[in-house]
Structure formats: structure tokens, C-alpha cells
């Protein structure tokens, strides 16, 4: 597949999926995550050319210390059980206080956290995506529980069907 190939499966995979888990290392080195809401648009069904996700944040959370002290790798995981689809990105972060990006991403759900986009301490965490490895189970549900019932009877556990890939990004 080609990059541009690997970011459009990437992003089928991800884009009803609102919610991710991201990971950083905090001082101690010890790994600290947290759910976060994807701002990128479901309008545009698509990641951007420069593969960013986007995520609105207070200047006060742990993320934005991290990154502006240079602990910028971060992990973001994804999943969806209802699909069966899993998906975990290796991303490099920045901070971002630029108004227009910011315009750009305000929803009213950002409305719960500040006092209006034009708050001091909105921040937005851009996520520019290196790789990404997906899991997504192509048995259905019924066939899913098949194989694992055959293999309590068994003792030899059917494979389950999934697309399980890694991409460069």
C-alpha cells in the first residue's frame, strides 16, 4: 500500500471512533494515559495530507506539560468492540494555540471545558501520526463465538479471521 493508501484505511477505521486513549511519559518516565475527544472532522472523512489528528485541551493538562518538555512521542489507541476494530498510532506532538486552528476545531462540546474559544488556556494537541498497527476481526460475532465454544470442547482454539496490518506513515 502506498502512504496515501495506508492514511485512507487508517482513517476508515478511526473516523467514527470519537474517543482515544492517549499515551505520554511523564518526569519519572512512567507512562500516564488518558481519554481524549478526536476533533478531526467526519465532514472531510479523511486524515489530513500531513496526517494530524487533532485534539482540543487545557494549557494545564499533563499532555501539554509533557510535550513542551519534549516527551512529544506519544501513543494513541483506538477501538471500537462493536466492529471489532482496534487500532494503535505512534505519533510525534506539538501544542498549538493558533487561532485559526483553534476556529476551525471549536464544537460546542468544547463550550463544557472554557469559557468560549477565545479562553487563554485552550490549547490544541496535534498528533502527526509516524505508524500505526490495526486489528480488525472480519468473522462475524456468531462465527467469533463458535470457534471459542469449539475450542473449550476441544481444547484447540479456532483462529479467529481478522486484517491485522502495520503502516508506515
Partial sequence: MTDNQNRE????LIKDVRYAMISHATETQELHSQ?????????????SQSHNLYFILKDSNDLVTAVNSGRNQIG??????SDSI?????????????????????????ENWFKGKE????R????EAVSAEYWNVT?????????VLKGNVTGHAGEVESDHQKLDL
Fill in 9 to 12: 484505511k487508517l482513517w476508515e
Fill in 119 to 122: 479562553d487563554p488556556s485552550v
Fill in 76 to 81: 494513541l489507541s483506538f477501538a471500537k468492540p
Fill in 35 to 47: 481519554p481524549m475527544t478526536m476533533l478531526n472532522s467526519k465532514k472531510t472523512e479523511q486524515m
Fill in 124 to 127: 490544541v494537541l496535534v498528533a
Fill in 86 to 110: 482496534y487500532v494503535s498510532i505512534s505519533a510525534h506532538a506539538h501544542i498549538s494555540t493558533d487561532r485559526a486552528l483553534i476556529d476551525q476545531l471549536w464544537n460546542p462540546w468544547a
Fill in 139 to 147: 468473522d462475524n460475532k456468531v462465527t467469533q463465538l463458535f470457534k
